[in-house]
C-alpha cells in the first residue's frame, strides 16, 4: 500500500480510514458463496491489471453486495480490503445523518466527491437502501438522496485512480431499480445461501481455534440449517464461554464435546427461515449480476 499524500492522508484520518488484515481472506472458507466469484471477478482483474487489460477485462468500479443479515457482507468487503492492501472507509446512513436528516444528501454528495480523488481505496456503504430506496413512494426528501446517488455513482466510476465502491443491502427489493440496471453498478452478487458444506467448513474453522474434545460436527451441522455465518460465531462465544467458566469452576481441563453444543443450541436462534431463503433464491435469480 503506498503512502498518501498529505492531504490524502488528513482525508483518510478524518474519515476514520483502516488497514484490514490482509490474511481476513484466508479465513472465509473456499466453499462459502461467493468467495470464487468476489475472487475471480473482482480482486484478480484489480491485482493483475496488465493481464486484465491484455485480455480487455474492466476492472470493477461499484458493486452490489445483497443477501440476508449475518450472511458476511461486511466480512468480505473488509477482506477484499485486505487482500488488495487498499484503505477501508465505512459509512452507513446513520452516519451521514448524524448532523441530522436534512444533511444526509449534502453529507452523501461531500463523501462521494472526497473519496473519489483517492486512491487504493474501498468505500462500503451499508445499508444502501436507506440512500438508494425505489423513488416510486418515495417522499421528496428521499427521492433527492436517491437521485443524488444515481449521479454520484457514474462520477465515481469515471475518475481516475485505484478505488472500489461496495454498497450492501439485506433488502434488495427497495432499491430504485436505474440502480440495478447495467451501467452504474458493474456487479450485483449475492451473499448467503450457506449449504451444508459451507455451514461445516464454517463450523469448523471455529472449532479449530478452541478446546476441543469429541465433537460430532456433522450431528451439529444437521441440526443448524438456518445459520447464518454470524449466528454460527455467536454459538461458538457462548460455548467457548461456558467451557472457560466450567473449567474456571472446576480446576481442571475442560474440552469442547457434542453435549456442550447440543444444550447451547436451543439458546440461540437461527436468523434464517424457509420464507427468508426462499426470497433469497428469487432474488437471486432477478438481481445477480457478474
Not at 455513482?153 to 431499480?177: F, H, M, S
Not at 447464518?228 to 467451557?243: G, M, N, R, S, W
Amino acid at each position: 500500500m503506498s503512502n498518501p499524500d498529505p492531504n490524502a492522508a488528513a482525508v483518510l484520518e478524518e474519515l476514520g480510514a483502516q488497514r484490514v488484515p490482509h490474511d481476513l481472506w484466508s479465513s472465509i472458507s473456499a466453499s462459502q458463496p461467493p468467495k470464487q466469484i468476489v475472487g475471480n471477478r473482482i480482486i484478480l482483474p484489480l491485482t493483475e491489471a496488465a493481464l486484465a487489460q491484455k485480455h480487455g477485462v474492466t476492472p470493477p468500479r461499484a458493486i452490489i453486495f445483497f443477501g440476508p443479515p449475518g450472511t458476511g457482507k461486511t466480512h468480505f468487503v473488509r477482506a477484499i480490503a485486505g487482500v488488495l492492501q487498499w484503505w477501508y472507509v465505512e459509512a452507513s446512513p446513520s452516519d451521514l445523518a448524524a448532523e441530522g436528516s436534512d444533511r444526509l444528501g449534502a453529507n452523501l454528495k461531500r463523501l462521494m466527491i472526497r473519496t473519489r480523488a483517492l486512491d487504493e481505496l474501498v468505500l462500503f456503504v451499508d445499508e444502501f437502501e436507506e440512500l438508494a430506496g425505489s423513488r416510486d413512494q418515495a417522499s421528496r426528501a428521499d427521492k433527492s438522496i436517491t437521485n443524488e446517488f444515481l449521479k454520484q455513482v457514474p462520477l465515481w466510476k469515471r475518475e481516475e485512480g485505484r478505488r472500489l465502491l461496495v454498497c450492501a443491502t439485506n433488502y434488495i427489493r427497495q432499491l430504485d431499480a436505474a440502480l440495478l440496471r447495467p451501467g452504474r453498478f458493474d456487479c450485483v452478487i449475492p451473499v448467503g445461501g450457506l449449504d451444508d458444506h459451507s455451514r461445516r467448513s464454517i463450523f469448523e474453522s471455529y472449532l479449530a481455534r478452541t478446546n476441543r474434545g469429541e465433537v460430532d460436527v456433522e450431528r451439529i451441522v444437521s441440526q443448524i440449517p438456518h445459520y447464518t455465518p454470524a449466528d454460527i460465531e455467536y454459538l461458538f462465544q457462548k460455548v467457548t464461554q461456558a467451557a472457560f467458566e466450567r473449567e474456571y469452576r472446576a480446576g481442571q481441563d475442560y474440552r469442547l464435546d457434542t453435549a456442550i453444543f447440543e444444550q447451547t443450541i436451543p439458546e440461540v436462534r437461527g436468523s434464517l427461515s424457509e420464507e427468508i431463503i426462499a426470497e433469497f433464491e428469487e432474488d437471486c435469480a432477478r438481481f445477480t449480476r457478474h
